[in-house]
T-cell receptor, first 114, second 112 residues
Framework: EAGVAQSPRYKIIEKRQSVAFWCNPISGHATLYWYQQILGQGPKLLIQFQNNGVVDDSQLPKDRFSAERLKGVDSTLKIQPAKLEDSAVYLC????????????FGPGTRLTVL | GQQLNQSPQSMFIQEGEDVSMNCTSSSIFNTWLWYKQEPGEGPVLLIALYKAGELTSNGRLTAQFGITRKDSFLNISASIPSDVGIYFCAGFKMDSNYQLIWGAGTKLIIKP
């Protein structure tokens, strides 16, 4: 079974530029999550989708971050404009509706904002 | 902010030693998860716990769901070099099944 796929793996941009990350979850996983992980910390949930609907986006900085999952499969997270403090690893995870407690993570995208 | 206290923050151990780490909270949890993260990778689920008192093993790893429902423990027996990484506890609180709460991680380092 293929795991969660993410791209790109690394991205370096200057502040005020925009950036987008892509995620393809494990086949059949209806729930998809985007996390931000700052060095030395555990992941912080940004947004959770159930199929193509948003379940929780309470910690998403909506003035600059946006995410979509239009067809209920893959998802895109965008930052516009980026700030220095957005430098982090952005992790995508998915879970099976019958075992929603167990989230499976992709390798992440390491973003550096200069 | 963090709602799980994970300790120790880091551990230096000799190969072959046993390792113990734990997570505590002032809140009651109904699920505890233990993940391992290696450099440049996402966290990998090691063990999932669903009942108070539950003891579950995965090879040399053993985790327990505390009977108070406010803590969990992870033990690694006879550590080997590939055990190096950051171990995270995470859990779902009784009053919220939607957001996974994470500890800050325990970094395991093998002494040369």
């Amino acid at each position: 079974e293929a795991g969660v796929a993410q791209s790109p793996r690394y991205k370096i941009i200057e502040k005020r530029q925009s950036v987008a990350f892509w995620c393809n979850p494990i086949s059949g996983h209806a729930t998809l999550y985007w996390y931000q992980q700052i060095l030395g910390q555990g992941p912080k949930l940004l947004i959770q989708f159930q199929n193509n609907g948003v379940v929780d986006d309470s910690q998403l900085p909506k003035d600059r971050f946006s995410a979509e999952r239009l067809k209920g499969v893959d998802s895109t997270l965008k930052i516009q404009p980026a700030k220095l403090e957005d430098s982090a690893v952005y992790l995508c995870a998915s879970s099976n509706p019958t075992a929603y407690n167990e989230q499976f993570f992709g390798p992440g995208t390491r973003l550096t904002v200069l | 902010g963090q709602q799980l206290n994970q300790s120790p923050q880091s551990m230096f151990i000799q190969e072959g030693e046993d390792v113990s780490m734990n997570c505590t909270s002032s809140s009651i949890f109904n699920t505890w998860l233990w993940y391992k993260q290696e450099p440049g990778e996402g966290p990998v689920l090691l063990i999932a716990l669903y009942k108070a008192g539950e003891l579950t093993s995965n090879g040399r790893l053993t985790a327990q769901f505390g009977i108070t429902r406010k803590d969990s423990f992870l033990n690694i027996s006879a550590s080997i070099p590939s055990d190096v990484g950051i171990y995270f506890c995470a859990g779902f609180k009784m009053d919220s099944n939607y957001q996974l709460i994470w500890g800050a991680g325990t970094k395991l380092i093998i002494k040369p």
